[in-house]
């Protein structure tokens, strides 16, 4: 995975956690850091310029970015990199989308900053546009960690149990996306609540028809939107 960026200093602690440093550490993954300023166009670092036609904010330029990928990609088969924009117009992100990702070589971060960039950088070199949200954020380095997060989940031998992983929420399920079923541990009893003793009877029979229950539930009281794909 290679991140494109102005602050490059922000992965520094991200990639040394969690299922980034166990992908990594395990021959599973690899990361590497882009400062876009390296492909600055003058001494003075300049990836940005203000827009044409006018207009507050500044447009990250197209130079930098479509020669930073260049290299990024290299040799390599382009046909197994994505390379992807974090973008407020991109299809907003999902566990299906995590999963195709996970399947390519090579995955590119194209981190914006300021109002965007030039339109150009993703008609030039663009595969993939993604968001992960109707909001705004200051630059793409956070929705960056965000989607390689979930796309390392699905690189085999990532995780423990991938079982936990296909039952996670939005995982999609005879055709239906829900959430997950509730979970309790220890204590069985906390300031009077309960846990529901079909989880404490032993019968895996029931425990299962009563978590496939308890997701579908929990997706219609707190997801409504979600219906039956097709």
């Not at 670092?45 to 990609?73: F, K, N, R, T």
């Not at 239906?176 to 009893?189: G, K, L, M, Q």
């Not at 299962?208 to 539930?217: G, H, N, P, Q, T």
Request: glycine share 10%.
């Amino acid at each position: 995975m290679s991140f494109i960026t102005i602050f490059p200093e922000m992965f520094e602690g991200v990639l040394n956690t969690g299922v980034f440093k166990i992908a990594s550490k395990e021959g599973l993954a690899g990361y590497t850091v882009v400062n876009l300023r390296d492909y600055a166009v003058d001494k003075h670092g300049s990836v940005d310029d203000y827009p044409y036609g006018g207009g507050p904010g500044m447009i990250l330029m197209v130079p930098p970015i479509v020669e930073a990928v260049e290299d990024a990609v290299g040799e390599d088969d382009s046909d197994d990199t994505a390379v992807v924009l974090l973008s407020p117009y991109g299809r907003v992100h999902n566990q299906e989308t995590a999963s195709r990702l996970a399947g390519k070589r090579k995955v590119i971060f194209i981190c914006g900053r300021y109002k965007g960039s030039d339109e150009r950088v993703s008609e030039l070199v663009v595969t993939d546009r993604i968001s992960i949200g109707n909001f705004i954020l200051s630059g793409g380095e956070l929705p960056a960690m965000i989607v390689a997060d979930t796309v390392i989940r699905y690189i085999p031998g990532v995780l423990g149990d991938a079982m936990s992983r296909d039952t996670d929420s939005f995982s999609s399920r005879d055709g239906e996306d829900f959430i997950d079923s509730a979970y309790y541990t220890r204590p069985p009893e906390y300031r009077g609540l309960q846990v529901p003793e079909v989880l404490l009877s032993g019968n895996h029979k029931r425990i299962r028809e009563w978590r496939e229950k308890s997701a579908r539930d929990r997706t219609a009281r707190y997801r409504g939107e979600f219906r039956k794909k097709g």
